[in-house]
């Protein structure tokens, strides 16, 4: 078997490039090419990209609320809100549920939505091992029994996995068994929600959250 490469290079490169390969889809010679670059970049550059990268996960947690990203504003505070549960001006009693949290930023920049978000981190796939309580479900029914929520809206994948969680979200809402359970619905069909809605443009966005329908069992 050939000798690991990296026991040539000086102790801050191998650092580095035991880093760089810990990333999904750099392998040891992608990772080698990007140490080269970053060696022969400005200095500031540099500096600045691992300031934001010691920044990402000083600062940021789930938001307490939905699950998206939020900024803490110093380092002893656990909890934060994001910028949407902070905002008083958006629309408290619509909630779209999604999977991942960039999901919320395709919905967002379409502008047509001005409700508030519900981020699940995923979806219920047993072939990923990946079962409900893995998701955010209870923190979503937690919102759904304090009151407020007039609608529901599921913004989640158009395959199996996204049909299956759907459905086993709609079973543990009505199992809530509350006087006014939110009116659930979900996006038009049609959207190519393979993985979210990372894929999906604006303007399909946009028409699957205008065009939505009541969410038949
Ligand atoms: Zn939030």
Redesign the pocket.
Known sequence: MAKDVRVYYPASIRAALEGLTTLPGLGPRSAERMVQHLLSMDTELVIRLADSLRGLVSRVRP?A??G?Y?EIEEAEAVEA??V??ADARRDSALVCVVEQPQDVVRIESTGAFAGL?HVLGGRISPLDGVGPEDLRIAPLLARIRAGGIGELIFALGGDLEGETTAHYLVDCVSRLGLEHTPKLTRIAQGVPVGSGLEFADAASIQRALGSRTLFED
Do not use: M, N, P, Y
């Open positions: 938001c609320v939905c998206f939020a809100k994001c949407f549960c978000f």
